[in-house]
T-cell receptor, first 115, second 114 residues
Framework: DTAVSQTPKYLVTQMGNDKSIKCEQN?????MYWYKQDSKKFLKIMFS???????INETVPNRFSPKSPDKAHLNLHINSLELGDSAVYFC??????????????FGAGSRLTVL | AQSVTQLGSHVSVSEGALVLLRCNYS??????LFWYVQYPNQGLQLLLK??????LVKGINGFEAEFKKSETSFHLTKPSAHMSDAAEYFC????????????FGKGTRLHILP
């Protein structure tokens, strides 16, 4: 059983298109995240949801819109794709280990290539 | 602002040699600190975490890390490298509050030489 699953794993599309990436976790975690990893492996948080409520929204273009229908799902929709959006997008979830520390469980990533 | 610095984007060690990956953090409050490992074409997975209990933390696959407040460091070590340790390693920082975002270092690629 995959703990955090993302679909699709690979996505190749043209500039200007709109695409979505879906994420589901079966761990019972209450917080979910989207991270972007660029070609240099730099990992940057984009969004975080806790029980369907947005709690972290980094400086991300408003072409990116997350949606959390329930606490087990966090989807990412991207409008008007640009070349610079090419990256690997990771979904993650976390549980509260006590005293504030959040341990992240990552999905396998969705590699987006914009041509 | 809090930050995490990993010294060396690439580190090469011989199989059987000591592994040392360096991480320093910048914060005015006590942090939570983590090391994650990323194997090729996979997501990150937790190696170990520091949450203000013991300063020497043991993780999976024989790795350990020591929190040194005076040096603001959390270096990762393993006594004897194995070929399967070749991967990207990320140090991460989180502030005291549950909703604080988790900040990752830029990663260190560990190469194991036969």
């Amino acid at each position: 059983d995959t703990a955090v699953s993302q679909t699709p794993k690979y996505l190749v599309t043209q500039m200007g298109n709109d695409k979505s990436i879906k994420c589901e976790q079966n761990l019972g975690h209450d917080t979910m995240y989207w991270y972007k990893q660029d070609s240099k492996k730099f990992l940057k948080i984009m969004f975080s949801y806790n029980n369907k409520e947005l709690i972290i929204n980094e400086t991300v273009p408003n072409r990116f819109s997350p949606k959390s229908p329930d606490k087990a799902h966090l989807n990412l929709h991207i409008n008007s794709l640009e070349l610079g959006d090419s990256a690997v997008y990771f979904c993650a979830s976390s549980h509260f280990t006590g005293a504030g520390a959040n341990v992240l469980t990552f999905g396998a990533g969705s590699r987006l290539t914009v041509l | 602002a809090q930050s995490v610095t990993q010294l060396g984007s690439h580190v090469s060690v011989s199989e059987g040699a000591l592994v040392l990956l360096r991480c320093n953090y910048s914060s005015s409050v006590p942090p939570y600190l983590f090391w994650y490992v990323q194997y090729p074409n996979q997501g990150l997975q937790l190696l170990l975490k520091y949450t203000s209990a013991a300063t020497l933390v043991k993780g999976i696959n024989g790795f350990e890390a020591e929190f040194k407040k005076s040096e603001t460091s959390f270096h990762l070590t393993k006594p004897s490298a194995h070929m399967s340790d070749a991967a990207e390693y990320f140090c991460a920082y989180q502030g005291m509050n549950r909703d604080d975002k988790i900040i990752f270092g830029k990663g260190t690629r560990l190469h194991i030489l036969p």
